[in-house]
């Protein structure tokens, strides 16, 4: 029986401006097919532009049905955007991975969050005179926010945003608006992702 799997978020998981196949969790679906976990193809609840209360409302139109095998979490950069504190963050995010939790039937090790990529080394950033430093400032705000919350409900907490900043900026990893990954860039997301996830999958058909 195949592995269902709900990835929730906004413009990072519906993938803005790539094919379907390029999205992360197509890709990271796709690479666990082939190290031998058969998965189904992912149920994606999210949007461009989703801030956390609109991920919640766009959970509550949707009204996923679990159990799930696998769930992903990534939201954020919006609040961010807008200007919102890590303070409003931080309770929002926590009612979003408790949500999560009940998708995967409280199964935390089917759990995982990626942290937010820091668009501040975009073009975009840069054309819309936004300080890269500042942005910069903000995420990690955000997400050591994030990554303490998944540790205290014993969550993975996956590190996607050093290599946002390492190739960003570089052509081949942005779509035509300067702004979102392309499919190479959630390749490596997915690298990222994989060995987690995979772990975690491993141990529970062992036991």
Known sequence: MALSYLA???SYTIGEGVAPAG???VQLATALQEAGHV??????IATTGWTTDELGAGIDAAAPEGPYGLVSLLIGVNDQYRG???EEYRPRFTA???????????????????SIPDWGVT????????????????????NAAAQAICAEHAVAFVDITAISRER???????V?????PSAAMYTEWTRRAFPVVRAHLDDEAAR
Do not use: K, T
């Open 123 to 142: 073009p975009y950033a840069r054309d819309n005179n936004r300080d890269p430093a500042q942005i910069a400032r903000e995420l990690d705000a955000y």
């Open 84 to 86: 919102r504190s890590v």
């Open 168 to 174: 960003g900026a570089q052509p081949d990893m942005l």
């Open 39 to 44: 998965v189904a193809e992912p149920q994606i």
């Open 8 to 10: 929730l978020g906004d």
């Open 23 to 25: 999205r992360w969790p």
């Open 96 to 114: 979003l991975l408790q949500r999560a939790l009940g998708f995967a039937g409280q199964q935390r090790r089917r759990v995982f969050v990626l």
């Open 176 to 180: 035509d608006d300067g702004l979102h």
